[in-house]
């Protein structure tokens, strides 16, 4: 069990993370998208943010 704001929080961050209402209802197991599997280094602020921008 957790609290509503820690539920709330978590909640969200599955939501970035791709997945819908249909996923976290259907109580399985989902793979995460290829996508967040892959990670590239950075090399400052300024990288980071241009890998971000691409990625949405």
Known sequence: ???KPTWYRNLAVL???GLSDADLS???VVPFRR???EFQMVESW???QQL?????
């Open 35 to 37: 996508s967040l599997m």
């Open 1 to 3: 069990m957790s609290s």
């Open 26 to 28: 259907a109580g399985t």
């Open 52 to 56: 971000r921008r691409l990625a949405a």
């Open 15 to 17: 939501r970035a993370a």
């Open 46 to 48: 300024d990288h980071l």
